[in-house]
């Protein structure tokens, strides 16, 4: 990895402890999961985890990124490492930072091929009275760029866009010495009114529509996405170009109709 030669960077939710069945049973509502899956029979959540995890290992791999961004990042019942880190020794990566746990939601991490020179964690003020989301900006420090994981409230509304307008103020503040990219779930529609707002002064960008990703692109929840949430932004000036040819991760289920996540993941190559 190195900026003559170009990375790729994937983001995903993994979805904590997602659990098909769950939500079937609790809520009458298919996620993660499609109609008539034997997998809504499932309530053993480290199995179903299992076979979660072979398909964000399937995913992932088939695009080969240098770096990956994940959020609600938990570790199964009884393990010594992260489910973050469960995935790197499939991938390959060699370093793990994970953020300090924020409750059900899980961590964020970030996995490298590249050694880590430093990492940081960046208080979101404007978390206050927020459900959902992490309340830290994970800082990773690398050799070729600087990355930062979100993973946005869902509410309530004026918290959320309030968090956005935040995470815009602290990059447009960010140091210049080396590219900046930052990852996440936003929970907002690109359509919406934060996330246009986050992207009006031309600081930040979105890697996926400069790449040639489609505008109406959906990532949650599936089976059935009604929302593009999640993003790769990166800072123009720094003189990164993304690469046509971006991908959704995880938008195809597995023989038993299991996706690996609610969440699409998304991939993007920089030059």
């Not at 990566?93 to 996995?111: C, I, K, N, P, Q």
């Not at 993003?231 to 023989?255: E, Q």
Request: glycine share 12%.
């Amino acid at each position: 990895m190195g900026l003559g030669n170009g990375f790729r960077v994937a983001t995903y939710n993994i979805w904590g402890t997602g659990l098909p069945a769950r939500y079937w049973r609790e809520r009458g509502v298919l996620r993660g999961v499609v109609e008539g899956s034997p997998v809504l029979g499932l309530l053993d959540e480290p199995q179903v985890w299992e076979r979660r995890r072979e398909g964000l290992h399937r995913e992932l791999a088939a695009v080969s990124p240098d770096l990956v961004a994940l959020q609600e990042v938990l570790s199964s019942p009884g393990a010594a490492e992260s489910r973050a880190h469960e995935l790197a020794r499939r991938l390959g990566h060699r370093e793990v930072v994970l953020s300090g746990a924020d409750g059900t939601m899980g961590s964020l991490a970030v996995l490298s091929r590249r050694p880590v020179l430093s990492r940081a964690e960046l208080p979101l003020r404007s978390m206050t009275g927020a459900f959902g989301g992490h309340s830290t900006v994970l800082e990773v420090v690398l050799d070729v760029v600087r990355l930062w994981v979100v993973h946005v409230p869902v509410g309530p509304e004026e918290v959320r866009a309030a968090v956005i307008g935040e995470i815009g103020r602290l990059a447009a503040a960010a140091p210049a010495d080396r590219p900046l990219l930052l990852c996440g779930d936003f929970n907002c529609p690109s359509d919406g009114a934060p996330m246009k707002g986050l992207l009006a002064d031309g600081v930040l960008a979105d890697s996926w529509i400069e790449a040639g990703g489609a505008p109406d692109a959906l990532t949650m929840p599936m089976p059935g996405p009604t929302w593009r949430l999640d993003y790769l932004l990166y800072r123009p000036a720094d003189g990164l170009v993304p690469r046509p040819g971006p991908r959704l991760l995880g938008d195809s289920p597995d023989a038993d109709g299991l996706h690996p996540s609610d969440h699409c993941g998304v991939a993007v190559g920089f030059a």
